[in-house]
């Protein structure tokens, strides 16, 4: 198995030895472990791994205990995450108290570990759950893109934080060309696979951080952060040539070609407005229809 494809695990512990023994035992079951000596170290591996969902995390530690540290990760990250409290405390009490701040299952040290191992199954069951939930809440299932409400909220988030680091945000607004045509010709299925291999072209072209969303029926939002005019510019049209070239092949024609335009603005430390930028980026997309389509504008 590659590190790629193993579940990620943080533990969180002061004692070496429990460390040594859950890295050990968890290295052996499959998983991907971080080690961490203090919550405060936990909570630097979670912002620079964005994917933890599943965690060991000790109740008495230095700097940041347990406790807070779950308090942190439910403050400030809005998706779920399954964690296993592993302490030496015990009793109904302690039980009740750490599962009522948020703790998903507690067990007591020295941890048994056939029972550990089940107990991180349940964890991955649940996770595995919320992120099909999480799938169908925020993406659009024809084609995975953002849906229209995450793609409108990662705009807004964007450019909360261009405004607030002072950077650079670009946004295009692609439009699939003459597409009714498509469906009228062939089928809305073959306009369904058409829209498929335009974002998977799309997201072919984009870097990790971009987000493509789909804003309307063909009409699709590409965010861009950190991307001045010609870097916006050279991405949208890196992105047509691809899809002006693709030959779509369908069953008892000639193969297919499709054609988008869009309209690309910027916006430099949160000027202009989200509004006004999303005006621009029409305003551009209607002239590049006007100008006879298959096309970016700026
Ligand atoms: P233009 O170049 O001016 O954009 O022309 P157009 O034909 O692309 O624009 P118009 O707005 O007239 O038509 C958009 C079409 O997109 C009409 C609608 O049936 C089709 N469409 C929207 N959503 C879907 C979808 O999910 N599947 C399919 N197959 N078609 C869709
Ligand atoms: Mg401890
Ligand atoms: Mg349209
Ligand atoms: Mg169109």
């Known amino acids: 198995m590659t590190n790629q494809s193993k579940v990620k695990v943080l533990i969180a512990d002061d004692d070496p030895i429990t460390r040594m023994l859950l890295t050990r035992n968890l290295s052996s079951w499959g998983y991907l472990v971080f080690s961490a000596q203090d919550g405060e170290q936990a909570w630097k591996i979670v ?17 940041l205990n347990g406790l ?25 009490e302690n039980i009740v108290e750490a599962m009522s701040n948020g703790v998903d299952d507690f067990v007591t040290k020295p941890f048994v570990a056939d ?13 595995e759950q919320e992120k099909r939930l999480e799938f169908y809440a925020n993406k659009d299932s024809l084609t995975g893109a953002w849906n229209r409400r995450m ?19 670009g946004v295009v ?15 809305h299925q073959i306009g369904d696979d058409a829209l498929k291999v335009f974002c998977s072209i799309i997201q072919g072209n984009i870097r990790p951080y971009d987000k493509l969303g789909r804003y309307g029926g063909e009409e699709f939002l590409l965010i861009l952060p950190n991307s001045d ?6 991405i949208a049209e890196r992105c047509r040539k691809q899809i002006e070239k693709l030959k779509m092949p369908i069953s008892g024609h000639n193969p297919i070609t499709i054609t988008a335009s869009a309209g690309v603005a910027v916006c430099d430390a949160g000027k ?12 551009a997309l209607y002239q590049a229809k006007q100008q006879g389509r298959n096309q970016i504008v700026l």
């Open 47 to 63: 912002k620079s791994e964005p994917e933890l969902r599943l965690f060991i995390i000790d109740w008495s530690m230095p700097k």
């Open 68 to 92: 807070e540290f779950c308090q942190c990760l439910k403050n400030e990250q809005d998706f779920f995450h399954y964690i296993i409290m592993l302490t030496g405390k015990k009793g109904t």
């Open 115 to 127: 029972e550990l191992r089940v107990r991180l199954k349940v964890g991955e069951r649940i996770i």
């Open 151 to 169: 793609i409108l909220n990662h705009l807004k988030e964007e450019w909360e934080r261009a405004t607030r680091d002072k950077s650079l945000l």
């Open 173 to 187: 607004l692609f439009d699939l060309d003459f597409f009714k045509n498509i469906n009228d010709s062939y089928g």
């Open 229 to 234: 005019d010609v870097k916006a510019f050279q």
């Open 272 to 283: 202009p407005s989200i509004h006004e930028l999303f005006k621009q980026c029409d305003v």
